[in-house]
């Protein structure tokens, strides 16, 4: 079985700074993929970023990029130029390559302060 | 274009009770998925339907269960409900044809607490 780990319970970081959100995760698999997802207030989740584990290129989408480590299995994000608007939960998920059923496996968040 | 759409956003049943949530699909998206997430803890999958077929089910008791309707719509239904019930219900929905890399889109839940 999968396993996501995400071990800050809690980040804050000052706006215009970069902030790293850290995730580890388990897997015999060869083939998946990596997302991170964020959940404001609004209990909404939104996918951020994700990354195919065949790749070897990090994923960027604006001001979010990964760090990816395939052999460490480690998946971190980096959020550039925070935003107060960037305030949520991050959530790290894992799915396996192919799998039918939309089956995300999530780590338990970290909550992201922006502060002014 | 509407999003992912559920209701109720809220809801308040008693132990033992039975209860529906129900979910609307984005337009042209053929696949819902339930997920469950407890307070402080990240969404657990519970199942994937697409074209009104189950195609995956997570570890839940069969108290859970779940249909799809021709219109795509979906409606999750809990039996015999537990306190450890209580929970924020997702459903998410997708084109549903490419299987493990498709796009989800979220709603925003219902909040379910059992009392």
């Known amino acids: 079985a999968q396993t996501v780990t995400q071990s800050q319970p809690e980040m804050s970081v000052q706006e215009a700074e970069t902030v790293t959100l850290s995730c580890t995760y388990d897997?015999?698999?060869?083939?998946?993929?990596l997302f991170w997802y964020k959940q404001p207030p609004s209990r909404q989740m939104i996918l951020v970023i994700r990354q195919e584990a065949y790749k070897q290129q990090n994923a960027t989408e604006n001001r979010f990029s990964v760090n990816f480590q395939k052999a460490a299995k480690s998946f971190s994000l980096k959020i550039s130029d925070s935003q107060l608007g960037d305030t949520a939960m991050y959530f790290c998920a894992f799915m396996k390559h192919a799998e039918y059923g939309n089956k995300l496996v999530f780590g338990a968040g970290t909550i992201l302060r922006v502060k002014s | 274009d509407a999003g992912v759409t559920q209701s109720p956003t809220h809801l308040i049943k008693t132990r033992g009770q039975q209860v529906t949530l129900r979910c609307s699909p984005i337009s042209g998206h053929k696949s819902v998925s339930w997920y469950q997430q407890v307070l402080g803890q990240g969404p657990q999958f519970i199942f994937q339907y697409y074209e009104k077929e189950e195609r995956g089910r997570g570890n839940f008791p069969d108290r859970f269960s779940a249909r799809q309707f021709p219109n795509y719509s979906s409606e999750l239904n809990v039996n015999a409900l537990l306190l450890g019930d209580s929970a924020l219900y997702l459903c998410a929905s997708s084109l549903g044809t490419v299987p493990g890399f498709e796009k989800l889109f979220f709603g925003s839940g219902t909040q379910l607490s059992v009392l």
């Open positions: 897997t015999s698999e060869n083939n998946y993929y």
